[in-house]
């Protein structure tokens, strides 16, 4: 069933969250150049990105995983309990397998920093797919 004209499709927010304003500034322009018709929240910490999903509808989530208090990854298994089908990637330049496979064990892609086009492009070209597969 396809919805009225007068209805646009609602746009994929990406929920944003870096403690570093310069990293998210550089991420939302990423996003902005590859997905424009995709709307971005930012958020500076875990409590911030808590707090945004609660109030709003949240599709994708960008997470630095070295912020202070609760951490990148620590927020993913948090958001990954609550919404199981969210395309997640923790981003850092921590580059380490025992980051990469934390990661992973919370079902979340990992992007190195500083965060590149093409990474990013990457994953947000996944994170459609299966949105698109997960919707009704």
Known sequence: MSQP??????????LIVDDSKLA????????????P?????EAANAEEALAAMAGERVD????DFNMPGKD????????R???PGMPIAVVSANIQDEVIARARSVEA????????????AGFL????LRLRRSAP
């Open 5 to 14: 004209l007068s209805a646009p499709p609602a746009a994929i927010t990406v």
């Open 24 to 35: 998210r500034t550089v991420a939302a322009r990423l996003l902005r150049q590859l997905r």
């Open 37 to 41: 018709d995709w709307a971005s929240r």
């Open 60 to 63: 994708v989530a960008l997470l």
């Open 72 to 79: 990148g990854l620590a927020l993913a298994a948090e958001l």
């Open 81 to 83: 309990a609550a919404r």
């Open 109 to 120: 892609a990992f992007l190195p920093k500083p965060l590149t086009g093409e990474a990013l």
């Open 125 to 128: 070209s996944g994170a459609a």
